[in-house]
């Protein structure tokens, strides 16, 4: 293990122990890499451990590190091409399965118990959610606005996200005590301290 001082490893501990073991962001075949970059930077501010890429349409993004602050360090992210493949670990888990959208039966955000295991599904800017995801979504949510505009640039909607989250498991004490177990914290940990 690479020399590192003990402010350091405080701080690494400090960030993983408030990392959320039942929180992931869903990347539908994003376009532009740089909004997933983004949206890497909010997960690393907030807590997500995990970020999944599914990528049918669209080429794997390059994620740079100047857009995202370097958060890809910090993110693990795992490429599918499958979407059965990819959720029903989730749903086997008792993830609730959630897509950004405006249809009939959708709630704003703020009615979600995001406490609650939670996978959101950010699609596509221009074509939407894909029929394979749409097939494993639970109920859609959106953000509820109060201007012209009808929609948010992916990375602000996934920031008023999981800023929602973070108030919500904040207010139930889940960033209080570690939620990932001690082993993978371990793990972690040793890797971190080689980044």
Not at 152 to 170: G, H, K, M, P
Request: charged content about 25%.
């Amino acid at each position: 293990m690479r020399e590192v001082s003990e402010r350091r490893k405080q701080r690494i501990w400090s960030v993983i122990n408030r990392r959320q073991k039942d929180l992931t962001l869903i990347m539908d075949n994003i376009h532009d890499p740089h909004n997933v970059s983004a949206v890497m930077r909010s997960c690393d501010a907030f807590g997500v451990k995990r970020v999944l890429l599914y990528y049918t349409t669209e080429n794997f993004p390059l994620l740079g590190r100047k857009s995202s602050a370097s958060a890809i360090k910090w993110v693990e992210t795992q490429q599918h091409s499958e979407a059965g493949a990819m959720l029903r670990p989730l749903r086997e888990q008792g993830y609730q399965i959630l897509a950004t959208g405006l249809g009939e039966e959708a709630l704003p955000l703020p009615e979600w118990d995001m406490t609650l295991p939670t996978a959101v599904v950010f699609s596509n800017e221009h074509s939407g959610i894909s029929s394979e995801l749409r097939q494993w979504v639970d109920k859609e949510m959106y953000i509820p606005m109060q201007g012209m505009v009808e929609s948010l640039n992916v990375s602000v909607a996934a920031a008023i996200t999981l800023y929602e989250v973070w108030r919500q498991r904040r207010a139930k004490g889940m960033y209080a005590a570690p939620s990932l177990e001690r082993a993978t914290r371990q793990a972690m940990f040793r890797d971190w301290c080689e980044k």
